[in-house]
């Protein structure tokens, strides 16, 4: 049915990656798909939102979820210092107890995510909450801030099952008892440049004020019902190379293929960015692009992952 309704999306060559040979100082980016990526330097891995299950419609609305570790094991890295979700929705959420179990991770999330991952059995001793206001926590040589911000309206001009989970949940959960539990940027200072990753399509434009980043890691899913989203993240944070995700369709593993998420409009964000930011770069990897994001994030080249 995934293949009938969501056709196999095709990445125009101009906005893939520069081919060149990736340089040693640099930090290294690849996406996970949905609004999951690793963020790599020479010491130090962060995931940001790891979601590599990726149930199928059917099974998402019938049964209740479990995270695979067949389904992630391979994209995932065996060092992880640690797992970074942005709100606690599944497709940010499912994935990110069992890899912090399995990697010995510390797990940085909002209270509802800290619920759910007491609930799979991490230790106290990974877990480390967001209070509203934000946080900052150093891991190795990355710095990173948890920046408060919004979930974008996706649904109806809503924001998909709200609220918050304040006690261990009782597992395995449906999908709309991952409740969003407050969403945050997550803004990564390292050796090589800041990144900003923005998992939700809306803002907090006072929250964002004295944050600059190089790299901004943009999601695209209910972008539209956020007034001038890509305007407000570009001028606060002046990026230099613009990477779009949460983007594609989550409902199939990641060997099926790059499938576009309805009505996502690429195109039409990529003529929005030039517009908006003509002297930064853009690129929109697939799956298996690893990105090497220099000082001079314009500059990014890529080579391809192997597992």
């Known amino acids: 049915m995934l293949q009938r309704l969501l056709p196999l999306a095709r990445t125009h060559a101009r906005w893939r990656p520069r081919t060149d040979a990736p340089s ?8 996970l798909g949905t609004a999951g990526h690793v963020v790599q330097t020479a010491t130090t891995t962060v995931l940001l939102d790891p979601f590599l299950t ?3 419609i059917r099974r998402m609305i019938a049964r209740p979820l479990r995270s695979t570790p067949d389904a992630w094991a391979r994209w995932v890295p065996e060092k992880v210092d640690a797992v970074c979700c942005g709100h606690s929705h599944y497709d940010h959420l499912l994935d990110a107890p069992g890899i912090a179990l399995r990697t010995g991770a510390t797990l940085i999330g909002s209270g509802t995510t800290i619920q759910f991952a007491r609930a799979e059995g991490v230790p106290e001793s990974q877990l480390e909450e967001v209070p509203p206001e934000g946080r900052v926590v150093r891991i190795g040589d990355v710095e990173v801030r948890f920046v408060p911000s919004l979930h974008g ?11 918050e989970v304040k006690q261990p949940p009782r597992l395995p959960a449906r999908a709309w008892h991952y409740r969003m539990g407050g969403a945050f940027g997550v803004h990564l200072t390292t050796p090589f440049g800041r990144l900003y990753h923005n998992g939700s399509a809306d803002l907090v434009d006072a929250e964002l004020e004295g944050l600059k980043a190089e790299t901004l890691l943009v999601g695209l899913a209910g972008r539209f019902a956020t ?16 990477v779009p995700t949460h983007h594609d369709a989550f409902f199939g593993p ?11 409009d690429l195109s039409g964000f990529v003529s929005e960015a030039h517009v908006l930011a003509p002297r930064a770069a853009f690129v929109a990897p697939t799956y298996g692009d690893v990105l090497h994001v ?14």
């Open 294 to 307: 220099p000082r001079d994030a314009r500059a990014a080249a890529f080579s391809e992952w192997r597992s």
């Open 227 to 242: 007034r001038d989203y890509l305007k407000r993240l570009v001028e606060a944070l002046e990026p230099e190379l613009l």
């Open 153 to 163: 309206r996706i649904a109806l001009g809503r924001v998909p099952f709200p609220g």
């Open 54 to 56: 990726r149930p199928g």
């Open 254 to 264: 990641l060997e099926a293929g790059l499938r576009h998420l309805p009505g996502i």
């Open 24 to 31: 040693e100082d640099a930090v290294r980016v690849r996406w």
